[in-house]
């Protein structure tokens, strides 16, 4: 099947700094991509919507300002936690779908935590 | 709005027995059913799913079915193993569009007791 590679597994940051994770599509183009926020023994949120080459959609109470999405190429879309906060601590999921629209296939997740 | 109604949250088998996980959904033009599983610190891998123009799909131990009419749809595993413990999440596509926006049930701790 398809492959969804994210970056980093882990990162451990300090408040106030920013932090980027990456989502790859290995072997297949994302036409859009997904990027959920999953907080411990709770369900998957989705947090945006991206589309190669256009402004992502956010989720209703999702800050734009803080997670900045950028989806410039068929292969990639970033996710930045802009000036983190502990309450940003959580396990954050990328998602993409082929041209086919057939399925989702997920990245392994990032855990981030805000010192 | 679209809500997934997941059910149970925690189910514990004997090696061997089967599991069944249960979820009901609101949104009627929902026409794609996946279920996911989701080991510890890892992110959720696709284990089966199914389109609402079936009522049944099987995957060796694995299947899946789907009431339209009454708006749920269930995971059964039968011959369960110690490996098949984890977190196991159904979701629905979003008014049969994109199949990646999806609306995930709250999950099922499942743990299956060697």
């Known amino acids: 099947g398809a492959v969804v590679s994210q970056h980093p597994s882990w990162v451990i940051c300090k408040s106030g700094t920013s932090v980027k994770i990456e989502c790859r599509s290995l072997?297949?183009?994302?036409?859009?991509m997904f990027w959920y926020r999953q907080f411990p023994k709770q369900s998957l949120m989705l947090m945006a919507t991206?589309?190669?080459?256009?402004?992502?959609?956010?989720e209703q109470g999702v800050e734009k300002d803080k997670f900045l999405i950028n989806h410039a190429s068929l292969t990639l879309s970033t996710l930045t936690v802009t000036s983190a906060h502990p309450e940003d601590s959580s396990f954050y999921i990328c998602?993409?779908?082929?041209?086919?629209?057939?399925?989702?296939?997920f990245g392994q997740g990032t855990r981030l935590t805000v010192v | 709005g679209e809500n997934v109604e997941q059910h149970p949250s925690t189910l514990s088998v004997q090696e061997g027995d089967s599991a069944v996980i249960k979820c009901t959904y609101s949104?009627?033009?929902?026409?794609?059913f996946p279920w996911y599983k989701q080991e510890l610190g890892k992110g959720p891998q696709l284990i089966i799913d199914?389109?609402?123009?079936?009522g049944e799909k099987k995957d060796q131990r694995i299947a899946v079915t789907l009431n339209k009419t009454a708006k749920h749809f269930s995971l059964h595993i039968t011959e369960t193993q110690p490996e098949d413990s984890a977190v196991y999440f159904c979701?629905?596509?979003?008014?049969?569009?994109?199949?990646?926006?999806?609306?995930f049930g709250k999950g099922t701790k499942l743990s299956v007791k060697p």
């Open positions: 998602s993409a779908t082929t041209e086919l629209n057939t399925e989702a296939f």
């Open positions: 072997d297949f183009q994302a036409t859009t």
């Open positions: 991206s589309n190669e080459g256009s402004k992502a959609t956010y």
């Open positions: 949104d009627s033009a929902s026409n794609y």
């Open positions: 199914i389109r609402s123009n079936v």
């Open positions: 979701a629905e596509g979003e008014h049969g569009g994109s199949q990646g926006n999806l609306i």
